[in-house]
């Protein structure tokens, strides 16, 4: 069965530091998403992507924040200046379409500290 | 804006016993979708099961089903003849209406199945 994957699976870099995570959706997915979860608290939605641009975003979602689709597979979320408060796990999803109801499809995620 | 409510952050069951998570939401849409996902230990989020809130007749997925209870706005999992492999953190979720589709989620329940 087709799954969302991401790399790497545990990142720590330096506060200031830039840092690329990546996924790759299923082949057929239209629909991207990244969310993250800090430890002991929600997961919580960071953005959402289509058609190579950014559908809706979150007030998490800041400047230091860019997701980008650099080729048919790969689907990426920059932190420019990594701060203390970055440090969580992130999740890629993808779904084939956006109707309400669509089931969204997790990665493993991506356990970002930054120290 | 809706919010997602998962008052357990720890439960454990026999194996082969029934164990019952709950969630409740608050949302102020008549039409939506409630999703339980599964997490195991350093893997991917699955869809364990999708309700329909038009539905009144509770989704069932094998040993899986849930109690919906619409006026309350509950959405409580059921687990039958629990299993090891159901060990994870299980979380609720509600998708929200408009162009990012973006999830909503509790907090998580982690659940230990013991042997």
């Known amino acids: 069965e087709p799954e969302v994957t991401q790399t790497p699976s545990h990142q720590v870099t330096q506060m200031g530091q830039e840092v690329i995570l990546r996924c790759v959706p299923i082949s057929n997915h239209l629909y991207f998403y990244w969310y993250r979860q800090i430890l002991g608290q929600k997961v919580e939605f960071l953005v959402s992507?289509?058609?190579?641009?950014?559908?809706?975003k979150s007030e998490i979602f800041d400047d230091q924040f860019s997701v980008e689709r650099p080729d048919g597979s790969n689907f990426t979320l920059k932190i420019r200046s990594t701060k203390l408060e970055d440090s969580a796990m992130y999740f890629c999803a993808s779904s084939e379409a956006r109707a309400l109801g669509d089931t969204q499809y997790f990665g493993p995620g991506t356990r970002l500290t930054v120290l | 804006a809706q919010t997602v409510t998962q008052s357990q952050p720890e439960m454990s069951v026999q194996e082969a016993e029934t164990v019952t998570l709950s969630c409740t939401y608050d949302?102020?849409?008549?039409?939506?979708?409630l999703f339980w996902y599964k997490q195991p230990p350093s893997r991917q989020m699955i869809l364990v099961i999708r309700?329909?809130?038009?539905k009144q007749q509770n989704a069932t997925e094998n040993r899986f089903s849930v109690n919906f209870q619409k006026a309350a706005k509950s959405f409580s999992l059921k687990i039958s003849d629990s299993q090891l492999g159901d060990t994870a953190m299980y979380f609720c979720a509600f998708p929200a209406w408009g162009t990012g589709n973006q999830f909503y989620f509790g907090t998580g329940t982690s659940l230990t199945v013991i042997p």
């Open positions: 992507f289509y058609n190579n641009e950014i559908s809706e």
């Open positions: 949302t102020s849409e008549s039409n939506y979708y």
């Open positions: 309700q329909e809130a038009y």
